[in-house]
């Protein structure tokens, strides 16, 4: 049974940074293309990033380009979202999800492309 546990998520000023890790399990992970999407109440979920199962091509959304870094181990079954130059608008709850290896919208982001979700890990941005 698949599964993605988020973590790396906090309180953190603006202007700071943050590193979040997904560890996966369950799954081919080194063969699979995987991203990260954040949602706030009352929105629907938005793409951050996706990165391919081999690490060498990645995406980014525009809201966050310059400023985030997706990155992979194949060898420890994780992923990274490494932020900088934290806004409050980039406050909202933080997901990691596997895409389906079907449909190739995953690297647009589209979120139906994804399999596989994890719970989530809260990210706030104080200003």
């Known amino acids: 049974q698949a599964q993605l546990v988020e973590s790396g998520g906090g309180l953190v000023q603006a202007g700071g940074s943050l590193r979040l890790s997904c560890a996966a399990s369950?799954?081919?992970?080194?063969?699979?293309?995987m991203g990260w999407f954040r949602q706030t109440p009352g929105k629907e979920r938005e793409f951050v990033a996706a990165i391919s199962w081999s690490g060498g091509n990645t995406y980014y959304a525009d809201s966050v380009k310059g400023r985030c870094t997706i990155s992979r181990d194949n060898a420890k079954n994780t992923q990274i979202l490494q932020m900088i130059s934290l806004k409050p608008e980039d406050t909202a709850v933080y997901y990691c999800?596997?895409?389906?290896?079907?449909?190739?919208?995953?690297?647009?982001?589209?979120?139906?492309?994804?399999?596989?979700w994890g719970q989530g890990t809260q990210v706030t941005v104080s200003s």
């Open positions: 369950g799954f081919t992970f080194r063969y699979t293309s």
């Open positions: 999800a596997a895409a389906n290896g079907r449909d190739q919208r995953w690297m647009r982001g589209n979120s139906n492309a994804y399999d596989h």
